[in-house]
């Protein structure tokens, strides 16, 4: 099997004042790792949508962008010589031209989900970190793209290859990367950033403390941490909790806040938190018209719910307010307040599949789709709609609701593609 359809990246420019508080987007889910962006995003969107600043083709994959020192970092899948392969790429974040790319490991293939890499890189400096489907974890020079370490953690540290193969990102804190890789008794493993060795000293990897939690097929949804309350959600029926930490002396513990049984699924999507309110899409699987909701970290309960968004979607949490990536391509900015649903903004960014979440950095949005899209309507230069549902054509720019295009359907709550799969549009 071959990867043969091109899919697109496209970047925005959303932001007043871009270089007032700018930062880099160095790992997945941001330089926190909570999915928050000290920047602010422009509340007054066009007709049309943020200004396109450029936009280049990938191959598949469903990792998001590590973006540093000039340039966005994404790990795709790539035919070379005939062959599929997972490939490093770095791109020059204001013109988009690729500056290197650099394969590292077999591809992967899956009807199920989708073909290509699972993560996201992370950058440090001089150097950028890539953890492939097969687990094998690889340090580059971000320049250049020339290797500087690799370890294949499935023959050194005995990790499993599952199923839908790895799709945990590297962590980094201090002068320690972490993957979540290895076998028994060692499933987090720490490396020294600049030379790869596993570290022991000073920090040793001692447990401060445990909780018990379900585990159903997978758990794909990051733990969300707010004071001293942390917060876990799982699909498959698992459902939703969370625990207060306390220390007393030298001892730590958890004690259990509250937990819903198969409510408040977070499948492949994790929330972001504001002043103990989550903001998060909650559902199982491709569920159409999944909700964005809003729910109260320390007691689970639910403050408002807004459906249309899809299960495989991300938050982003940016100057107060919550960027939705939704599943089927629309970005839209809404408030982040427990009152009610208020919408600020929306716009139709591109169709087919989209599973990654959108990064803010330097006064850009980076997002990108998993699969073809499906339209392609240049509003803003005041082209006609046109179908674009065969293969091989570019991703839209950003796009108001279409109009006339045969392959699609409206009515008053929502746009449904002939494959089935709905967008709300305001």
């Known amino acids: 099997m071959k ?21 880099d987007w160095p790992q997945y889910r941001g330089p926190n790792h909570d999915g928050s962006s000290p920047e602010k995003i422009q509340q007054v969107w066009p007709k049309e ?51 290197w790319s650099v394969p590292l490991g077999k591809a992967t293939y899956d009807k199920q989900g989708g073909d290509g890499p699972r993560s996201t890189p992370t950058v440090d400096g001089q150097r950028v970190y890539f953890l492939g489907a097969y687990q094998m974890l690889t340090c580059l ?14 023959s050194e540290y005995s990790g499993t290859i599952i199923s839908w193969k790895n799709a945990a990102s590297p962590v980094m804190d201090g002068e320690l990367i972490f993957v979540n890789a290895g ?39 990051s733990p969300i941490v ?54 998060g899409i909650y559902g199982h699987g491709k569920m159409n018209g999944a909700p964005l909701k809003c729910v109260e970290i320390a007691t689970g309960k639910e403050m408002w719910s807004q459906p249309g968004f899809g299960g ?16 089927r391509g629309p970005l839209v900015l809404v408030e982040a307040t427990p009152q009610s649903y208020k919408e600020i ?36 230069h005041g082209r006609e709609p046109r179908c674009c549902c065969s293969a091989g054509v570019h991703a839209c720019e950003f796009t108001r609701r279409p109009a006339g295009c045969p392959c699609w359907q409206r009515d008053a709550a929502a746009t449904r593609s002939r494959d089935g799969c709905a967008t709300r549009f305001a």
Not at 141 to 154: C, P, R, S
Not at 348 to 361: A, H, K, R, Y
Request: charged fraction near 15%.
């Open 49 to 99: 949508g943020p200004p396109v600043v450029w936009k280049a083709a990938l191959g598949p994959s469903f990792g998001s962008f590590a973006v540093s020192g000039g340039k966005a970092f994404c790990f795709i899948q790539r035919s070379l010589e005939g062959e599929d392969k997972e490939v490093a790429v770095a791109f020059d974040i204001n013109t988009g031209k690729e500056l």
């Open 3 to 23: 990867t043969i359809k091109p899919l697109r990246l496209i970047c925005c420019f959303p932001f007043v004042g871009a270089t007032l508080g700018a930062a």
């Open 312 to 327: 495989g979607g991300a938050t982003v949490l940016a100057g107060g307010n919550v960027l939705v990536q939704s599943d």
């Open 183 to 221: 076998g028994a008794g060692q499933a987090l493993l720490a490396f020294q950033k600049a030379d790869g060795l596993v570290s022991v000293v000073p920090q040793t990897g001692k447990v401060l403390w445990r909780f018990a939690y379900p585990f159903q097929t997978s758990t794909a949804s």
């Open 226 to 279: 707010s004071g001293d309350i942390v917060y876990c959600s799982a699909a498959y029926n698992v459902g939703a909790g969370a625990c207060r930490i306390t220390k007393t002396g030298d001892t730590f513990a958890a004690a259990e806040l509250w937990r819903k049984s198969g409510d408040l699924m977070n499948h492949w999507t994790s929330p972001v938190c504001k002043d103990g309110y989550l903001y």
């Open 345 to 380: 903004a929306r716009c139709q960014v591109f169709g087919g599949q989209c599973w990654t979440m959108p990064v803010i950095s330097n006064g850009r949005i980076y997002a990108r789709n998993t699969k073809e899209p499906r339209l392609d309507w240049r509003a803003s």
């Open 141 to 154: 020079e971000a320049d250049t793209g020339k290797q500087i370490w690799q370890h294949d953690l499935v």
